[in-house]
């Protein structure tokens, strides 16, 4: 059996491009429909509720557009939605985001693995639940980065600013001797470079993308959902903030072909065009 219908993904701004960008290399028969909420970016700050009603805002607008799967490309509303979402739409499959520890603790041998994500991020019961099932006596480390999904927002990948917001955080994890750090929010790896230039070739930068791209292949597989082999591909972007930093992230990720398209909310509503 096949689908030629959509895969929904979501984030709350143009850090989900970046899975969006692993998905499409992995299945370049699947339509992809991604919406980022530029409107409520960053999604850190903000109590897991609120994040909560976005998703379901959000879900049910990819549901109406036909989506046959929603990925959640965002740990910030994978910790604060995903178990909700499952409950609310049984009949529909998701594939959420959560921090990589499992294979920074396979990887460690000094015993002690970093992991940045947002504050919300780090409050979420899924987080303590991964920490308790796969730290496994390995040292944890995790460190919040307030203000960085802002400034990657505004393009600032690699400014004197966001190197030294960056080097605020990182170094004392260094100094804790870590050597594997778990890149934890879908933005960071858009600043990839520049983790690597301050943490240097001793630390292990992990990123789930590619993970997450398999695991949506199982679940399409399972599922009998998987796009007719001779069908072409493509990517619909939408955005309910500004295009312009949207537009520029899809030609850095390689995806300037794309469409974008503007999605405002309306009275905590969300209609896809
Ligand atoms: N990309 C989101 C994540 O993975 C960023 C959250 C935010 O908007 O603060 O958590």
Known sequence: MTSERPIGIFDSGIGGLTVTATIRQALPTERLLYFGDGAHVPYGPRSLEEVRDFSFGITEALLERGAKVIVIACNTASAAALRALREAYPDVPFVGMEPAVKPAVEHTRTGVVGVIATVATFQSELYATIVE?????VEVLHQPCPGLVKQIEAGEFDTP????????????????????LVLGCTHYPIVRPLIERIVGPGVRVIDPAPAIARQLQRVLHRDGIEAPAEQRGDVQGYTSGDRDGFVAMLERLGMPDVPVQAAPWHNGVLHLP
């Not at 099932?133 to 006596?137: I, P, V």
């Not at 600013?161 to 594997?180: H, Q, S, V, Y």
């Open 133 to 137: 099932r796969f730290a496994q006596g």
């Open 161 to 180: 600013t966001t190197e030294r917001m960056l080097r605020g955080w990182l170094e004392p994890l260094l100094a804790k001797n870590i050597d594997a």
